[in-house]
């Protein structure tokens, strides 16, 4: 059975609840998780926002048939890379609520949370954030 | 000014799964009579997927809520969580709810279980809360994923969805409290026991003793307190744990059915406990008209039920399409047949 480590699970809570990711004040691009040195540019100077209420367009997504261990009941899992509307990041993510003949490149998505994985019947439950097709867009 | 005259809902929201099991489905696997489904007047019920859990349902609706409340999360002062199926027997769900939502730390935050009444139990508390000034808002979540046995009468019904309110002055409201009572009694119409996986009921046992005498009985108390009579209503909402209960309790307190059909979700996804009678409410709040008045009696097993008189105001229009609607949720589904349905919901024992 899987087991994942407490306090890494619990430091990392708010990039996996609120998607929380870095901004470069120098080249202005968002990395998600967060990173205090930006990725593309190497700089130092950082400020941290919540991408949690961004939706994202589908880019690319692979479907796993033979899924590790812990991740059996969630076959056919499905990932996905998105990039955000507003701020551009790139995020690789678990696809919910959809159907694999559904996925199209470009489509609307949005994070809602969910049990991503959890290390075993008596142990702790691991949730986070996983996208699902709009299904409604509303005036937020 | 009676307390609850203070306090208002300053936003709604409800989540339902997109699974929806048939419930021919049910008669299929276990041989019941085909015509119990429409004896219970219903038709299927939601299913929560293999990823969700009262918490990630209870999330969702939350955050419907807050769209409609327009108000920095921060600002909440409680989080309650009414639930029959916690995730964790120990751990607050309210506490994963509140730190996904941005609302730690300043606030208080717990579950509260009444069987299918915790929410409207933490809805009262919250309305006290907030009328004594204690805090400014709270946070109200009813959200099950309903269990039953394999088998038994109950599994047509136990769907899973969530609804949350965050109340705060009535001056933000898009309805408020016009006054509000409460019917308990020790009645054992419906129990689970400590490791026990699946709740007991006593079949015919929970209509007559249970349902309807603690529902007239709270209904009652709120007339004699307000003076208000059945035709002062446009809503009647009451809780649904089938698609004809609430129209017979309607017909004991004089109510006309046409009052309660806008409320009444059960026939098109189940029996939602926590969310059962808070999903009607949302469905009307998400229709209803300034000046219109809502009666509301959610109901809990074991048992006890809550009357609520609650009058919509003109803000109601201005945060109705802030969200989805109950109606949005109801016709985005898709069918699952047992098997699918028995994985999704752990009914199948395996190694993990």
Redesign the interface.
Known sequence: ?MKISIPPSWRT??DR??LKASKCRDCGRVAYPASSICRFCGSRNIEYI?LINEEARLITWTIIYSAMEGFE??RPLMIGILETINSKARIMA?L??V?PEELKPGILMEP?????SED??AGL?H?GI?YRPV??R??? | MIPEERVGIIGWGSYIPRWRLPLSEIVRTWGFNPKEPEELNVAEKSVAGIDEDAITMGWEAAVNALRRARIDPRKIGAVWFGTESKPYAVKPSATIIAEALGITPETMATDLEFACRAASEALRISIGAVASGLINYALVIGSDTAQANPGDVLEFTASSAATALITGPREESAAYFEASATFVTDTPDFWRRDHSRYPLHGEAFTGEPAYFKHIVGAVKLLMEKTGLKPEDFDYAIFHQPNGTFPLRVARMLGIPKEKVIPGLVTPFIGNSYNSSALIGLSRVLDKAKPGQRILLAPFGSGAGSDAYSIVVTDRITEKQELAPTVDDYIVRKTSIDYALYAKYRRLINRIR
């Open positions: 059975m809570r708010l609840y609120r919540e009941e969630k678990p919910t609520d159907l809602v949370l969910r049990r991503i075993n019947e439950i949730y996983s299904f409604k509303v005036g937020v």
